[in-house]
């Protein structure tokens, strides 16, 4: 073998293994054996359901090139059967030299007879070679056609060159199984995280609606980046890295129990327990109407008064801000008591009650509500316990920092700009634009979108959110697929 010929070998299957996009892959281990051969045309095949499908034709005196996204081969696949050469290669694992194919009895070569038909080509010398990945699998065939020499006419394939491409479709094979398996990897890793967002939506189906919404969101965002001359890209690693994130970002809710995660009001669960005593006053009071011990205008007036209590309550009860007014009717009504059967004494509304009524704002007192917010350390605790690929060791970091406020005043950790990285700045915006504006909750109103856009613009202003990053947030109008 020359050493011209072994540095080029080299150079070659060095290209082929720093590859990483599929399609260009396929390319350049064709054109890689092509250059190698020093021939005219090439046709690679891969094996799928136990046949030969086209995935590349090139045909350089013609200008020809199929195969990829842009150019699919409409050709039937070849069968395994010996009397195609592509198949008999295939079958034997072994490779084929062809000095002319209309001299050559042993093989079917009427499909290639046919193509010459209808192109005007003319083939005559040929190789075929196996793709048998490094665990005896095979991967392909590459079908090389009219070797050329240094004027152009055409020539036998020479039987030293024939080691040569056998060792470049050997490299090729490996680097086609290593990217199936990366590819395979990438989906089991997609599943299971689809499936752990699925057991949210079994528990829950506002989180889990809160988190497809925030990734249909996300991938609008990052197509419509890629497509400007932002400095800031996601490659294909990163975005499936961002991707990921998103979709785990609130993994640890399945820990947090549903009547906290899916409280709808200030009471929850409590409310039936507190009409029914209401319920019970109003018949303790028609007792002593009875037995004489009030009149019948005083039960109205009591029966009215305990229906204008359970109206505000209910009201109270719904979430939203809490007024002043309503807080002072809270702190009354906790000094209400009546008497039940046995003599005792009782509050109208108990201490608990009285707590949950004159919550603030929102449905969740401050221990629900950080039993919520842990949600984020849980989340912590089980993708730490993942081990990733080296292109999503940032995925816990980011999912975990979703709470976190460039002013230091979010959660868990209370990090401030300077240890927030940029994924999780744009995460968070994802995920305070999606709370507000979903119209699924139980607990809350969709907030309109001007008003939502408006308050992620006060949160920037005041040094919470990125201001860079929200601006090209709402010049990608990416919420345009969820609202």
Same mark, same amino acid.
């Given at each position: 073998?020359?050493?011209?010929?072994?540095?080029?070998?080299?150079?070659?299957?060095?290209?082929?293994?720093?590859?990483?996009?599929?399609? #260009?892959?396929?390319?350049? =281990?064709?054109?890689?054996?092509?250059?190698?051969?020093?021939?005219?045309?090439?046709? %690679?095949?891969?094996?799928?359901?136990? !046949?030969?499908?086209?995935?590349?034709?090139?045909?350089?005196?013609?200008?020809?090139?199929? $195969?990829?996204?842009?150019?699919?081969?409409?050709?039937?696949?070849?069968?395994?059967?010996?009397?195609?050469?592509?198949?008999?290669?295939?079958?034997?694992?072994?490779?084929?030299?062809?000095?002319?194919?209309?001299?050559?009895?042993?093989?079917?070569?009427?499909? /290639?007879?046919?193509?010459?038909?209808?192109?005007?080509?003319?083939?005559?010398?040929?190789?075929?070679?196996?793709?048998? /990945?490094?665990?005896?699998?095979?991967?392909?065939?590459?079908?090389?056609?009219?070797?050329?020499?240094?004027?152009?006419?055409?020539?036998?394939?020479?039987?030293?060159?024939?080691?040569?491409?056998?060792?470049? #479709?050997?490299?090729?094979?490996?680097?086609?199984?290593?990217?199936?398996?990366?590819?395979?990897?990438?989906?089991?890793?997609?599943?299971?995280?689809?499936?752990?967002?699925?057991?949210?939506?079994?528990? /829950?189906?506002?989180?889990?609606?809160?988190?497809?919404?925030?990734?249909?969101?996300?991938?609008?965002?990052?197509?419509?980046?890629?497509?400007?001359?932002?400095?800031? !890209?996601?490659?294909?690693?990163?975005?499936?890295?961002?991707?990921? /994130?998103?979709?785990?970002?609130?993994?640890?809710?399945?820990? +947090?129990?549903?009547?906290?995660?899916?409280?709808?009001?200030?009471?929850?669960?409590?409310?039936? @327990?507190?009409?029914?005593?209401?319920?019970?006053?109003?018949?303790?009071?028609?007792?002593?109407?009875?037995?004489?011990?009030?009149?019948?205008?005083?039960?109205?007036?009591?029966?009215?008064?305990?229906?204008?209590?359970?109206? #505000? =309550?209910?009201?109270?009860?719904?979430?939203?801000? %809490?007024?002043?007014?309503?807080?002072?009717?809270?702190?009354?009504?906790?000094?209400?008591?009546?008497?039940?059967?046995?003599?005792?004494?009782?509050?109208? =509304?108990?201490?608990?009650?009285?707590?949950?009524?004159?919550?603030?704002? @929102?449905?969740?007192?401050?221990?629900?509500? !950080?039993?919520?917010?842990?949600? +984020?350390?849980?989340?912590?605790?089980?993708?730490?316990?993942?081990?990733?690929?080296? !292109?999503?060791?940032?995925?816990?970091?980011?999912?975990? #920092?979703?709470?976190?406020?460039?002013? @230091?005043? $979010?959660?868990?950790?209370?990090?401030?700009?300077?240890?927030?990285?940029?994924?999780?700045?744009?995460?968070?915006?994802?995920?305070?634009?999606?709370?507000?504006?979903?119209?699924?909750?139980?607990?809350?109103?969709?907030?309109?979108?001007?008003?939502?856009?408006?308050?992620?613009?006060?949160?920037?202003?005041?040094?919470?959110?990125?201001? @860079?990053? %929200?601006?090209?947030?709402?010049?990608?109008?990416?919420?345009?697929?969820?609202?």
């Amino acid at each position: 073998m020359k050493t011209e010929d072994m540095e080029r070998f080299l150079s070659l299957c060095l290209a082929i293994t720093e590859e990483r996009d599929r399609e #260009a892959l396929l390319s350049s =281990i064709l054109d890689t054996a092509m250059d190698l051969a020093g021939c005219d045309a090439g046709t %690679l095949y891969l094996v799928e359901d136990d !046949q030969l499908h086209f995935c590349r034709m090139v045909t350089r005196s013609q200008h020809v090139r199929q $195969g990829g996204h842009d150019a699919p081969i409409m050709l039937p696949p070849i069968p395994m059967e010996e009397r195609f050469v592509a198949a008999w290669a295939a079958i034997y694992r072994t490779s084929v030299r062809i000095s002319d194919i209309r001299r050559d009895p042993r093989f079917d070569f009427s499909g /290639s007879l046919q193509y010459d038909k209808l192109t005007g080509y003319e083939t005559v010398s040929m190789m075929v070679v196996p793709l048998s /990945s490094d665990r005896g699998e095979l991967v392909g065939i590459m079908q090389l056609i009219n070797a050329l020499d240094s004027r152009g006419n055409v020539i036998p394939f020479d039987a030293d060159m024939e080691k040569l491409i056998f060792a470049v #479709a050997s490299q090729a094979a490996i680097s086609i199984t290593n990217m199936q398996y990366t590819e395979q990897i990438y989906a089991l890793m997609d599943s299971l995280v689809v499936s752990l967002s699925s057991a949210i939506d079994e528990r /829950s189906h506002y989180t889990a609606n809160h988190t497809r919404n925030m990734v249909s969101v996300a991938e609008r965002f990052l197509d419509w980046l890629n497509r400007t001359d932002s400095p800031w !890209q996601f490659d294909a690693d990163r975005r499936r890295a961002f991707l990921m /994130s998103v979709w785990l970002h609130d993994v640890g809710k399945l820990a +947090v129990p549903l009547k906290v995660m899916d409280k709808a009001t200030r009471l929850g669960d409590a409310l039936p @327990g507190l009409l029914e005593r209401f319920r019970v006053i109003g018949l303790l009071d028609r007792i002593a109407m009875l037995e004489g011990r009030l009149t019948e205008d005083e039960l109205s007036r009591r029966d009215l008064d305990r229906k204008e209590t359970e109206t #505000a =309550i209910l009201r109270i009860n719904s979430g939203g801000f %809490l007024s002043e007014a309503d807080r002072a009717f809270i702190e009354e009504l906790s000094h209400k008591t009546y008497m039940d059967e046995t003599g005792r004494v009782l509050p109208w =509304i108990t201490e608990e009650e009285k707590r949950c009524l004159s919550i603030p704002k @929102g449905t969740l007192t401050a221990e629900e509500r !950080q039993v919520m917010e842990n949600h +984020v350390q849980i989340t912590r605790r089980i993708l730490d316990g993942v081990s990733y690929p080296r !292109q999503f060791a940032s995925v816990p970091a980011w999912a975990a #920092a979703h709470h976190e406020f460039l002013d @230091g005043s $979010g959660y868990p950790d209370h990090i401030g700009t300077d240890e927030i990285p940029p994924e999780a700045r744009l995460l968070t915006i994802l995920d305070i634009f999606e709370a507000l504006t979903a119209r699924d909750r139980p607990y809350k109103k969709a907030m309109p979108l001007e008003k939502a856009l408006r308050i992620l613009q006060e949160m920037a202003e005041c040094g919470k959110l990125d201001a @860079g990053i %929200l601006d090209l947030f709402l010049q990608s109008r990416a919420w345009e697929a969820v609202l």
